[in-house]
């Protein structure tokens, strides 16, 4: 192990005793329950085809659900008031076939016409513009506003995120390029504990829509939590390596004001789902599942979502990766959801 890493690994688990130390123990924690709604449509896709009927019944359940809203006008103005700026989370990390689905955000957003959110304060987030493309939404062919982050200006200087943990700087860190130019000693130069929030997530959007894919990743699952956090600051990297895997650092990132708190509902996109080899797309492991999942509880979701990772995985003769997600408990003990099994109600409803 190199100086640099293992100060950084030093530096990691030094971090941890201070933010456990502020959250509650999950002995003090108050008794809640939360409800994770799921909609199945097994002719949601069909050879990868997008039912877009189908796909619009099961987003509108969801949501009406959700809100406890009898239709989707008054479900999404339940969550948006007027004048905000919505933004919609995407994942493109899979390309082609395992981003968010089109017809999902397609069904957003024309929910929230309906509920008098005009397309110009809409907009859809993505980290990579060619992974936005590949995924399918291209500018020219939506009837909203697309958004990628650009590499290094995307990233806003005075929005930082520190935790005592040393990344690298790589091309695209919003300081890569003035730390190379620096001529001070370039191994140190490019070492870094800070991170740049997104200027999308910083200035352009106040109420955040979730829509993250089901999919495992280096953290044991790249839903909720992840998706509104790591593809969106610069220096990740270092946030995400052994042995913490993001604990307690993910937690930290989804509740600086500039992410929890402006994000009304997540609804997971899972008409595919994966279980190995994400985020990146790998279709060894993946498979039609047909389903949606929304909740107002990011880690009600995730947990959820891990549990059912490790079963197929189990199946398939793989490890666990349960023990790279140990974050949701810390976000569970920190009051940001649920993660126990009898702490959160499965909910099916029908999508007619």
């Known amino acids: 192990m190199s100086r640099a890493r293992s100060f950084g690994f030093f530096l990691c688990l030094a971090g941890l005793p201070a933010f456990l130390a502020a959250v509650p123990s999950p002995a003090a924690a108050p008794l ?10 097994e002719d949601a896709l069909d050879q990868f085809q997008q039912n877009k009927p ?25 969550l948006v008031k007027p004048g905000e700026r919505v933004g919609i989370k995407i994942s493109a990390a899979g390309g082609r076939y395992f ?37 399918g939404y291209r500018k020219s062919d939506v009837a909203y506003a697309v958004r990628s982050i650009e590499p290094g200006i995307g990233f806003e200087r005075q929005a930082v995120f520190s935790v005592p943990i040393l990344g690298r700087l790589i091309w695209g860190d919003l300081l890569f390029a003035a730390n190379k130019a620096s001529g001070s000693d ?76 402006k994000i009304v509902i997540h609804i997971m996109d899972a008409l595919l789902a994966q279980y190995a080899g994400g985020p990146a797309a790998e279709p060894n492991y993946s498979f039609d599942f047909g389903t949606l999942y929304a909740s107002k509880d990011p880690v009600a979701i995730d947990a959820t979502v891990l549990r059912r990772i490790d079963e197929w995985r189990k199946g398939k003769n793989l490890p666990p990766v349960a023990g790279r ?28």
């Open 99 to 135: 981003s968010t689905h089109k017809a999902v955000v397609d069904a957003i957003v024309e929910g929230l016409v309906e509920a008098g959110h005009p397309r110009g304060n809409i907009v859809v987030w993505g980290r990579d513009e060619a992974g936005l493309v590949a995924a």
């Open 325 to 352: 997600a140990t974050y949701l408990q810390s976000a569970a003990n920190a009051g940001l959801g649920c993660f126990s099994p009898e702490r959160i109600e499965l909910k099916e409803i029908s999508a007619p």
């Open 32 to 41: 809640s329950q939360s409800i994770v709604y799921f909609a199945h449509d």
């Open 54 to 78: 189908a796909i619009r019944r099961m987003v509108d359940a969801l949501v009406c659900q959700a809100t406890g809203q009898p239709d989707i006008s008054r479900a999404w103005a339940s």
């Open 186 to 261: 370039q191994d140190q130069a490019q070492l870094s504990s800070d991170s740049h929030f997104s200027k999308i997530l910083v200035h352009d959007v106040d109420r955040i829509i979730n829509v993250p894919v089901f999919c495992d990743a280096p953290c044991g699952v790249a839903g909720c939590i992840y998706n509104v956090t790591i593809p969106d600051i610069d220096n990740w990297r270092r946030i995400l390596q052994p042995p913490a895997f993001g604990d307690p650092a993910l937690c930290e990132l989804y509740a600086d004001p500039r992410i929890g708190p």
